[in-house]
């Protein structure tokens, strides 16, 4: 049966081409070809949308793909030049801390325990930081904490790994203090606002100007003890001012400190009593 056909088709095609444009064979196939056109025309409109529909969906597929993969992409990049801009304030921040060690501003009889913070101030009415250093790195309370730009606060509690911190602008925080250019003492207070402390129990006689600089005095001054050394930076007085009532001038004090970004601390541990 298939031999047959083959043979057949042979012949056929042999026929085909040694007849005449006009002979029957290419007469059947211009026929052929005018029944079927149509259909195939029809067929291939009827086709078209669903393979451009293919194609769009296709193309839609890989692209939503590729804007995945782009996307992880990105996010990964940026998570690195995060990553690497938070190394690099890390790793500036702890060149301050260490050239502010070994100036001659660091004061004599304390050592150091630099360290960072852990936790930030949870309320706006306990200025409180968590820091990763505690009794096991000889920190105690009452020990002072300080940055390269000035006082930070006190250690009010320890644990063997970390310490809290009380800061300056907490409502519970006192420094005695003075002014630089003048020795006009007082006690360094919560101000009005986060930004701002108060210089309080100024005599009204004393000389104190704006740009004035206020720093630990390292002396007691009323009940106050002070627990800090002597010379330590606080701030820059903003303003001064005084009333025919008041026993004391009015004087408001700019941190030195920037407390919106505390990372890296200094705890001053006093040499005698270290350990």
């Given at each position: ?134 009794s096991s790195d000889g920190v105690r309370v009452d020990d002072p904490v300080v940055t390269p730009e000035g006082l930070a606060g006190t250690v009010t509690e320890v644990t063997p790994n970390s310490a809290k911190v009380r800061l300056i602008t907490d409502p519970q925080s006192a420094a005695s203090a003075l002014v630089l250019e003048t020795q006009a003492a007082g006690i360094v207070l919560r101000g009005p606002s986060d930004e701002s402390l108060d ?77």
């Open positions: 049966m298939a031999l047959g056909l083959v043979i057949l088709s042979l012949a056929l095609v042999t026929v085909y081409f040694r007849e005449s444009s006009g002979g029957a064979l290419h007469e059947a196939q211009r026929i052929a070809v005018s029944i079927l056109t149509p259909f195939e025309v029809a067929a291939e409109r009827v086709a078209r949308p669903f393979q451009d529909a293919y194609g769009w969906t296709t193309d839609l597929l890989s692209a939503k793909d590729e804007n995945e993969e782009l996307q992880k992409e990105v996010e990964a990049l940026r998570q690195q030049v995060v990553a690497n801009e938070t190394a690099a304030q890390e790793n500036e921040e702890l060149k301050e801390l260490l050239q502010f060690v070994r100036g001659k501003e660091f004061p004599d009889d304390f050592d150091h325990v630099a360290t960072r913070v852990l936790i930030q101030p949870q309320t706006v009415f306990r200025h409180e930081v968590v820091v990763a250093a505690g210089l309080d129990r100024v005599a009204k006689t004393a000389r104190v100007e704006p740009g004035n600089i206020v720093v630990t005095s390292g002396a007691r001054v009323g009940k106050y003890e002070s627990l800090f050394p002597y010379g330590i930076p606080i701030g820059l007085v903003e303003s001064v001012s005084q009333r025919d009532v008041d026993l004391f001038k009015r004087i408001q004090v700019a941190p030195l400190v920037d407390f919106d970004s505390l990372h890296e601390v200094v705890v001053l541990v006093e040499k005698r009593r270290k350990g």
